[in-house]
């Protein structure tokens, strides 16, 4: 019995931030959706605005499997994740082993594309910057509902955004960054 999308669908029950108090929270589900909608952008971005030539449909696809792993193995929280090499390459290896596992639950004829799916390769920083940006959104979203516990998280994920000197990234800060603060009766249509 082949169960990938089962294993897909139970995304919604892996809640990201779990040593932070949170107003809302946030599932796996919701954030892989989101990061998709900012690399798809940050994509497009580069090929209007920089000249690029990136496919951004497919690149929106790895952005949704992103952190597909996590379904076996849970969200590891950032500053347990980082806090050494050891730790870091360790949990590297366990992530490639549960893409492999759940690769292994399709069919033979559809892995191939789903390995490309997963691969880190063309594409990736977009996915790497946009997932940063969603927990940027994430922290401005809870201090605009006044929980200073995101205060912190905020400025170091503002500071790691800076560094990466993407114009894309520096373009959707400054173009559409400010539009998350607003209310919904703020929000022009």
């Known amino acids: 019995m082949e169960s990938f999308y089962a294993f897909i669908n139970r995304m919604k029950y892996i809640n990201r931030w779990g040593l932070m108090r949170n107003t809302q ?3 796996l589900t919701e954030h892989s959706y989101m990061v998709a909608v900012v690399a ?3 994509a497009l971005i580069s090929n209007i605005y920089f000249g690029n030539n990136l496919n951004a449909e497919k690149i ?3 952005a949704l499997f992103h952190d597909a792993s996590e379904i076996m193995t849970g969200d590891m929280p950032t500053p347990v994740k980082y806090l050494n090499d050891e730790i870091t390459a360790d949990y590297k ?3 490639e082993l549960a893409k492999s596992r759940l690769i ?3 069919p033979q004829k559809m892995q191939a594309a789903y390995i490309e799916v997963f691969e880190e390769n063309n594409g990736q920083n977009f996915v790497k910057y946009a997932d940063k940006l969603c927990a940027y959104i994430k922290c401005t979203e809870e201090l605009k509902f006044g929980n200073t516990e995101f205060k912190n998280a905020k400025e170091s994920i503002f500071n790691q955004l ?3 000197k993407s114009p ?3 373009f959707f800060l400054e173009h559409f960054m400010d539009s998350f603060h607003l209310t919904l009766d703020e929000l022009k249509l």
Do not use: D, F, Q, W
């Open 25 to 27: 929270r946030e599932n």
């Open 40 to 42: 798809h952008a940050l």
């Open 60 to 62: 929106a696809v790895k």
């Open 93 to 95: 290896k366990i992530e």
């Open 104 to 106: 292994g639950l399709l």
């Open 162 to 164: 800076t560094a990466y």
């Open 168 to 170: 894309e990234v520096n």
